[in-house]
């Protein structure tokens, strides 16, 4: 449906962190070396690398997009991922700075909401430090791509950060979507959406790559610019705008078109906002678009 231009459907977008954490440079921004040898033996990190997920006030509720990391993974991370190589892997990959704090209830307080009163969840795709805390928001529907949740179903895929102990939680009321021929040509190259709220004002869009499933928010409504949360499909903006791919995708021939259609509808959509989960100026990025928007708080 297309977007309504006189009525304020969404009152607000913020971002949370649960955490910071540390990478490679040849994970963040490719390499041409193996992903391997950059796995082992790189002792170069970039730091400071947030792990963010978005609270979005609409009118009928608030929506989430994801749900961040667990800090119960540094905590203890052979009881989270249940595997001694899984421990091996995830401390080449990554260095965390987490605190008990950084758990999802916690950071949605600071924000000034509650995690019980949360609306739905849904997750542009369904790595683990995009669906912790799932535990904290068991009221809500959780919405994933269809396409995601048979990924994550296939044998053995916590190889692939998939941790379905986390995620396949008793009393988690999931739904899965598939993404549909949508009619709103304001959405161009892209020509398959789900329309989470039925107004137009948030949108699911496909961009894989990253994973096969991976989603793209859009969020419209009068008196803000349009902002598009494409959490992991590119860990920093420019990336994105200069076609650079970073070292680790599932696909990277469908994250490259994946890129060349993000950067079609930033072409077409004047004042288009576009945040990562990972990029460390996406906060100050947010807070100067709606610092500029007038009819949001
Ligand atoms: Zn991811």
């Known amino acids: 449906m297309p977007i309504s231009q006189d009525t304020p459907l969404i009152r607000s977008i913020q971002v949370g962190t649960t955490g910071r954490g540390s990478m490679h440079p040849e994970h963040r921004y490719g390499s041409p070396l193996p992903v391997m040898l950059?796995?082992?033996f790189s002792r170069r990190w970039v730091d400071g690398v947030p792990v963010h997920f978005f609270a979005i006030e609409h009118r009928d509720g608030l929506v989430l997009f994801d749900t961040g990391l667990d800090p119960a993974i540094a905590a203890d991370p052979k009881a989270y991922l249940g595997?001694?190589?899984?421990?091996?892997?995830?401390?080449?990959?990554f260095r965390w700075n987490l605190v008990p704090e950084d758990n999802l209830s916690h950071q949605l307080a600071l924000m000034g909401h509650d995690a019980a009163s949360v609306h739905t969840v849904v997750f542009s795709h369904l790595h683990f430090d995009h669906t912790g805390c799932i535990d904290h928001v068991l009221q809500a529907p959780l919405l994933a791509p269809r396409r995601e949740w048979a990924a994550?179903?296939?044998?053995?895929?916590?190889r692939k950060w998939y941790l379905r102990q986390h995620i396949e939680k008793p009393g988690a009321k999931w739904s899965l979507f598939d993404l549909t021929p949508c009619e709103d040509p304001a959405l161009a190259p892209f020509e398959t959406c789900h329309d989470v709220m039925g107004d137009g004002s948030i949108v699911l869009l496909?961009?894989?790559g990253h994973t096969e499933g991976s989603v793209s928010m859009l969020v419209r409504s009068a008196g803000m610019p349009p902002?598009?949360?494409v959490a992991d499909l590119c860990f920093e903006v420019d990336m994105l705008l200069k076609d650079q791919m970073p070292g680790v995708a599932e696909d990277f021939e469908a994250l490259r078109a994946s890129y060349a259609k993000v950067r079609a509808l930033n072409d077409?959509?004047?004042g288009l906002v576009i945040l990562p989960s990972h990029d460390m100026n996406t906060a100050s990025r947010l807070a100067q678009a709606m610092q500029a928007a007038p009819g949001i708080g």
């Open 268 to 270: 077409n959509m004047p």
């Open 206 to 208: 496909p961009t894989p």
């Open 83 to 93: 595997s001694s190589m899984g421990v091996f892997f995830l401390n080449r990959l």
């Open 38 to 40: 950059w796995l082992l």
């Open 227 to 229: 902002v598009l949360l």
């Open 152 to 158: 994550m179903s296939e044998p053995q895929s916590e």
